[in-house]
């Protein structure tokens, strides 16, 4: 990804002031599933929003999983109202890269979700993945509802305990809830499932080569 910048958390007052009153067109159907990318989802779908450094390759994953209805990727976590790409790779947004997932929980469970999560990228690096430096790059789980939020710290907890065991250092991954309504914000169309477009594409996130143990979850 371009702007690489070091490793540092922009204040808010010091935050790109972005834009209240326009928001990012979104495509009509995934380019993978046929898909909505926006709300209303089918009834009884939940939304899981995580950040694993750059969001192409992270989307990727998830959209192959059974149970997962639709992916997107966008910005999360900071300060910048419907921030372009560009505005946040200069880190000053103070938003990282993120990618949305709706899931039917019956299908696969929500602690299902979180094991690819932590598996799937490199959790102990603070503010980057791999080569990709800057806040935007950082790992991150923001919940959407009040009942992730335990699930994401039992999990976090396991995992750390199977790290530690691999001495493969401490996590760092930011958890925070936000209201995926107004605290989401779309990435351009051109993001959107790249690497199905883009098959060759850039993927820089990489797993630590440690399994998360979960429970009796899908």
Same mark, same amino acid.
């Given at each position: @990804?371009?702007?690489?910048?070091?490793?540092?958390?922009?204040? #808010?007052?010091d935050?790109?002031?972005g834009?209240?009153?326009q928001?990012m #067109?979104? #495509?009509?159907?995934?380019?993978?599933n046929?898909?909505?990318?926006?709300?209303p989802?089918?009834?009884g @779908?939940?939304?899981?929003?995580v950040g694993?450094?750059?969001?192409?390759?992270?989307e990727? /994953?998830?959209?192959?999983?059974?149970?997962?209805?639709?992916?997107f990727?966008?910005y999360a976590?900071?300060?910048? #109202?419907?921030?372009?790409?560009?505005?946040?790779?200069?880190?000053?947004?103070g938003h990282?890269?993120?990618?949305?997932?709706?899931?039917?929980p019956?299908?696969?469970?929500?602690?299902? /979700? @979180?094991?690819v999560f932590?598996?799937?990228?490199d959790?102990?690096?603070?503010?980057?993945?791999?080569?990709?430096?800057?806040?935007?790059?950082?790992?991150?789980?923001?919940?959407?509802?009040?009942?992730?939020?335990? /699930?994401?710290?039992?999990t976090?907890a396991?995992?750390?305990?199977?790290?530690?065991?691999?001495?493969?250092?401490e /996590?760092?991954?930011?958890?925070?809830?936000?209201?995926?309504?107004?605290?989401?914000?779309?990435?351009?169309?051109?993001?959107?499932?790249?690497?199905?477009?883009?098959?060759?594409?850039?993927?820089?996130?990489k797993?630590?080569g440690?399994?998360c143990?979960?429970?009796?979850?899908?």
């Open positions: @990804m371009l702007f690489r910048k070091s490793a540092t958390m922009v204040a #808010p007052e935050a790109l002031p834009r209240t009153d928001t #067109p979104v #495509p009509d159907a995934h380019f993978v046929g898909n909505t990318l926006t709300a989802f089918p009834d @779908m939940e939304i899981a929003v694993m450094g750059c969001f192409w390759g992270a990727r /994953i998830f959209w192959q999983l059974d149970g997962v209805y639709s992916t990727v966008g976590g900071g300060f910048t #109202p419907n921030c372009t790409y560009e505005e946040n790779c200069t880190g000053r947004t990282a890269e993120v990618v949305g997932i709706v899931f039917d019956e299908v696969i469970s929500f602690e299902r /979700i @979180m094991q932590w598996e799937e990228h959790p102990t690096q603070e503010m980057r993945q791999g080569n990709d430096i800057g806040s935007q790059y950082r790992t991150g789980v923001w919940a959407t509802q009040e009942s992730q939020l335990p /699930i994401i710290e039992a976090k396991r995992f750390q305990e199977r790290l530690t065991e691999a001495k493969k250092g /996590i760092t991954t930011e958890v925070g809830r936000i209201d995926f309504h107004t605290d989401f914000y779309y990435a351009e169309p051109y993001h959107q499932q790249y690497l199905a477009k883009n098959p060759n594409g850039y993927c820089g996130i797993g630590t440690v399994s143990p979960i429970g009796t979850g899908a």
